[in-house]
């Protein structure tokens, strides 16, 4: 018992309540009555297994398996404009289909955990606060679970029951994506009006203010994917927009959390990313890890091996996006595509430095520059990964990581009210400005003019100068927490996914450079490896295929050409499992989707 105490009482750390229910089976199993007020397992029902408040929090700890872990979140941006890698995603690979996705995107598993409780906890003898708690709780996963289910399938069937085999609505159709939409709303709404607002020192459970910094994540997603996807045909757009700025409001007025400004402004961003023990004060729910426990995710293998992961970099058309540290537009200047790497990041947005490897960069005291061995664009991601090397080979990275944060409540804000074209200078100096500052550039006053830029290479519909701005400090404070591909779906903007991987500019074949200039030359670009190669030089082969230089023997390179990506309108939802199909007639497949 000594042992599932200590559990227990650890049990607002995340990851030790993915285990929570195997110790409450140990618990019940053993008949431990006294420590958890449960029941032997002969006299188990819903009649006794909720009586208490303990009982509530026990079960209710079984929900937070519905969110992304450590290595989720490592992965998040897989499929991005933003990065290049040694292989494309299947879904844009041209050949998928509804054969080929996963039943696991279909199960509903979850949902019927949490409609279990729903039907059962009233039954507790607590005070009504504390039910209303529970039952925000629970309502919460339940919008989580729908809300990931709208954004792949459109349409899906409401369950708010637990169901058998013999229940008719298991074959029931699909229900419309309005209907369902306007479930999660109540859900949300009952959450955040409910739950309890304490803030807890990990940033591993839910309260009043994460939910509703979900809920404007939910409705800027649903009012923007209405406004843009005008095949559909709604009418009600600003209402969403309405909601998700309004909840957003609520958090910044609540006064709970603020952006995390620390005496240097070079490692403020970073550290968001690199500590065991989140930055509470910005990070509002993490997927924590704890190398004590050894709950651990594989950032650093992922973000340095050359075959464990994908060999993910930044592409140089979102690096151009990194404002001047004096504020001015990085692209204003005459040739900016044309700066050699050493030089284009310096004089930059703090968050630069912050995000990829460059400068005076060092791991364990040695020099890290951009490694071609792992990068093939030069833009070598660090964000998630630690200093040290002994992780660069294996899953231990202790590191937690953001799940919602309070940055994102201020670009949701931002972005709601741009929308909605009822974004003032107010709006801005408490969200845009206030971010810009953090990373370090002296002119964050609002923009006069439309970025011509981001209208030419990424938003060409957009002319409103702050929306463009707005979308610029999103791509670039969220960059690689998994936000990407659900902003281009939602502002229908898939094609951005078939943009060109380019790279750094690379003056001449031929020549060695000294990426960090530290006096030690890194890497050689050639169209045939040479026989006497120079030690700890990587020569980078573009052979004209796969690899190129925009003018042949010098400008910008263009990687993994040879690679196809495919995405067609019909992609913006995914086809439902066809095997789900096949048991369930009723279900229709979404439009074109193949088959076969």
């Known amino acids: 018992m000594n042992y599932i105490n200590t559990i227990i009482n650890l049990s607002n750390h995340k990851m030790i309540m993915k285990r929570i229910i195997f110790i409450a089976t140990i618990v ?23 009586k208490t408040e303990k009982d509530l929090q026990l079960y209710a700890n079984s929900f937070y398996n519905a969110l992304p872990t450590g290595n989720d979140i490592v992965r998040a941006d897989g499929t991005s404009d933003f990065l290049a890698g040694s292989t494309v995603p299947a879904y844009i690979a041209g050949s998928y289909n509804a054969v080929q996705a996963p039943a696991a995107t279909w199960s509903f598993t979850s949902l019927r955990n949490i409609n279990y409780f ?43 029951k637990t169901m058998d085999v013999s229940d008719p609505d298991i074959y029931k159709p699909r229900d419309p994506r309005d209907f369902v ?3 999660v709303l109540a859900d949300l709404d009952f959450a955040a009006a409910n739950i309890r607002a304490a803030k807890d020192a990990s940033s591993s459970q839910i309260n009043k ?22 095949e559909y045909s709604f009418t009600d757009a600003s209402f969403w927009l309405e909601q998700s700025a309004d909840a957003a409001s609520k958090v910044m007025l609540g006064n709970q959390y603020q952006i995390n400004k620390e005496a240097t402004l070079n490692m403020s961003y970073r550290n968001l990313f690199i500590n065991e023990l989140p930055k509470t004060n910005e990070v509002m729910l993490a997927a924590v890890n704890s190398l004590t426990l050894r709950v651990l995710n594989d950032a650093n293998w992922y973000w340095t091996s050359a075959t464990y992961g994908r060999r993910l970099s930044f592409t140089k058309s979102f690096i151009n996006t990194f404002l001047k540290a004096d504020g001015s537009r990085f692209t204003d200047q005459t040739g900016y595509n044309a700066i050699p790497f050493w030089n284009e990041v310096k004089g930059r947005d703090l968050r630069l430095q912050q995000t990829i ?27 998630f990964t630690l200093d040290a090397k002994t992780t660069d080979g294996k899953a231990e990275n202790s590191n937690s990581l953001p799940i919602i944060r309070y940055a994102e409540v201020l670009l949701n804000f931002a972005e709601a009210k741009a929308e909605l074209g009822t974004f003032t200078v107010t709006d801005w100096n408490s969200t845009i400005k206030v971010l810009r500052e953090r990373a370090g550039i002296t002119n964050t006053a609002m923009p006069t003019t439309a970025d011509n830029y981001l209208k030419t290479n990424y938003f060409t519909n957009i002319s409103d100068a702050n929306l463009l701005e707005i979308r610029r400090e999103r791509g670039i404070e969220l960059s690689m927490e998994g936000f990407r591909y659900d902003d281009l779906m939602r502002w229908k903007l898939g094609s951005l996914l078939l943009k060109p991987y380019d790279g750094l500019y690379v003056p001449a074949l031929n020549t060695l450079y000294d990426l960090n200039e530290d006096g030690v030359n890194d890497v050689s670009f050639v169209k045939t490896a040479p026989a006497n190669p120079v030690k700890g030089v990587v020569y980078f082969v ?19 050409n040879n690679l196809k990506r495919v995405f067609e309108d019909y992609m913006y939802l995914q086809p439902i499992p066809y095997d789900q199909i096949v048991l369930n007639p009723k279900i229709i497949q979404n439009p074109i989707w193949p088959t076969k």
Not at 129 to 148: I, S, T
Not at 151 to 158: A, E, R, Y
Not at 209 to 230: I, P
Request: overall charge positive.
């Open 357 to 383: 490897r460059m400068g005076d960069y060092k791991r364990e005291g040695a020099a890290a520059p951009p490694d071609f061995t792992y990068t093939y664009t030069g833009y070598m991601p660090y964000k």
């Open 209 to 230: 203010w994460v939910a509703l910094a979900f809920k404007s994540r939910v409705c800027l997603y649903e009012g923007t994917f209405r406004k843009y996807h005008t």
């Open 181 to 183: 939409m306007k479930k």
């Open 118 to 160: 729903l039907e059962h906890f009233g039954q507790a003898s607590i005070p009504d606060e504390a039910k209303n708690h529970f039952e925000g709780l629970a309502r919460f996963f339940r919008a989580w679970f729908y809300f990931d289910k709208v954004k792949q399938f459109g349409d899906v069937p409401w369950y708010d």
């Open 542 to 560: 573009v052979n004209g295929t796969q690899h190129y230089l925009t003018n042949d023997t010098f400008g910008v390179i263009i990687v993994q």
């Open 28 to 50: 019940l199993l053993a008949g431990c009555k006294k420590s958890f007020e449960l029941y032997p397992p002969d006299k188990l029902a819903p009649a006794n297994a909720f």
